[in-house]
T-cell receptor, first 114, second 116 residues
Framework: AQSVTQLDSHVSVSEGTPVLLRCNYS??????LFWYVQHPNKGLQLLLK??????LVKGINGFEAEFKKSETSFHLTKPSAHMSDAAEYFC????????????FGKGTMLLVSP | NAGVTQTPKFRVLKTGQSMTLLCAQD?????MYWYRQDPGMGLRLIHY???????AKGEVPDGYNVSRLKKQNFLLGLESAAPSQTSVYFC???????????????FGSGTRLTVV
């Protein structure tokens, strides 16, 4: 069984300040973890993924996430928010066995103010 | 461009009507998935398929049926639409991991369905 908890439904930051979106996971297997972003009325875009290589994962647009097994966390960070980062972010867990599926968190809406 | 194509992009149905959503992929992927997205709920798995001719239930399968008669196509059917099925539907596919880079999931752009 696998599950994901995104700890904040909304996060508000000012442009130029750091972003932290929190995610905890539960998995019976060694997990693969992803962050996806969805801009309003758009599809899903993969930001980054962890698949048991380096625990600090760098993604697109300056985002990165750190896999911490002891804390079962996979928080998403960015040093400096941009207005274009305003979107909904989903933390996702999976494991790559034959019948693996993606389990999504409920999402965190990131609001960026000028 | 290679990827996942969903048809239609938008649809309005009346309660009780039926329809089929089509997902087509041209990447020779084994695994295909249907998700629905509702506000505050993230994406939830409806049904999935691990190969041609196979289907399995996901987290929220009630009211939906699926078929995978051809490897490249995964159809999602609503036999008698209900307002509770108003949602955005996403299809995804994934390779079997035996070839380099085939582990990644590819999502379609979504189908926005409204049932009135």
């Amino acid at each position: 069984a696998q599950s994901v908890t995104q700890l904040d439904s909304h996060v508000s930051v000012s442009e130029g300040t750091p972003v932290l979106l929190r995610c905890n996971y539960s998995s019976s297997y060694s997990p693969s973890l992803f962050w996806y972003v969805q801009h309003p009325n758009k599809g899903l875009q993969l930001l980054l993924k962890y698949t048991s290589a380096a625990t600090l994962v760098k993604g697109i647009n300056g985002f990165e996430a750190e896999f911490k097994k002891s804390e079962t966390s996979f928080h998403l960070t960015k040093p400096s928010a941009h207005m274009s980062d305003a979107a909904e972010y989903f933390c996702v867990v999976s494991h790559f066995s034959g019948y693996s599926t993606l389990t999504f968190g409920k999402g965190t809406m990131l609001l960026v103010s000028p | 461009n290679a990827g996942v194509t969903q048809t239609p992009k938008f649809r309005v149905l009346k309660t009780g009507q039926s329809m089929t959503l089509l997902c087509a992929q041209d990447m020779n992927h084994e695994y295909m998935y249907w998700y629905r997205q509702d506000p505050g709920m993230g994406l939830r798995l409806i049904h999935y398929s691990v190969g041609e001719g196979t289907t399995a239930k996901g987290e929220v399968p009630d009211g939906y049926n699926v078929s995978r008669l051809k490897k490249q196509n995964f159809l999602l059917g609503l036999e008698s639409a209900a307002p509770s099925q108003t949602s955005v539907y996403f299809c995804a596919s994934r390779g079997d991991g035996r070839t380099m880079g085939s582990y990644g999931y590819t999502f379609g752009s979504g189908t926005r369905l409204t049932v009135v």
